[in-house]
């Protein structure tokens, strides 16, 4: 029996073969790491978009606090006319008994994250009607939440009026 010359193969089989099965170990586990930043991107993102779904129902039902505890008290919004109002301003005029719109989606929804500055942009078309007369408006927006501890709070909107094609014969 000659088991001196055999043995060394089997143990460099076995060895190969341990390397083996711990590399392909090591591979599934490294082949979707687990990416902090990324989920917690994430888990923000959803988390800004239900509170602006929340903010919007609010504002279509007048619920002002809902709508009030939504912003920062610096709060700033920059018209489609150009026109800047403050908090009270907003509160006044998104609450004003004169005013309904009627629900509405947001289109184009997307969310930018910049460490504690969240800027959120979509495009809405608005109905409603205002001191009983129709209206209908199609803007684009940008509202800046900014991180307050541990909420989000907007600071500041601006809106952009788009305008209707115009028919041509």
Same mark, same amino acid.
């Given at each position: ?8 193969? /089997? ?5 190969? !073969? ?18 902090? !930043? ?60 004169? /005013?309904? #719109? ?8 997307? #969310? ?33 939440? !900014? ?23």
């Amino acid at each position: 029996m000659k088991t001196y010359g055999s043995r060394p193969r /089997l143990l460099k089989a076995t060895t190969a !073969v341990a390397l083996s099965l711990m590399l392909a170990g090591m591979l599934a586990t490294d082949a979707a790491p687990a990416d902090p !930043v990324a989920d917690l991107a994430a888990d923000t993102t959803a988390a800004l978009t239900r509170q602006a779904d929340a903010w919007d129902q609010a504002i279509v039902r007048k619920d002002l606090p809902a709508i009030a505890g939504n912003m920062a008290d610096d709060f700033r919004q920059i018209r489609w006319n150009g026109e800047m109002v403050d908090k009270a301003t907003f509160l006044r005029d998104i609450t004003s008994p004169d /005013l309904e #719109i009627d629900p509405y989606t947001v289109e184009d929804f997307s #969310i930018r994250l910049y460490g504690d500055v969240a800027l959120l942009c979509g495009e809405t078309r608005m109905t409603g009607r205002y001191g009983g007369n129709p209206f209908a408006s199609h803007y684009r927006y940008i509202d800046v939440y !900014v991180r307050h501890g541990d909420r989000w709070l907007v600071c500041s909107v601006q809106i952009t009026k788009i305008p209707e094609p115009v028919a041509t014969e």
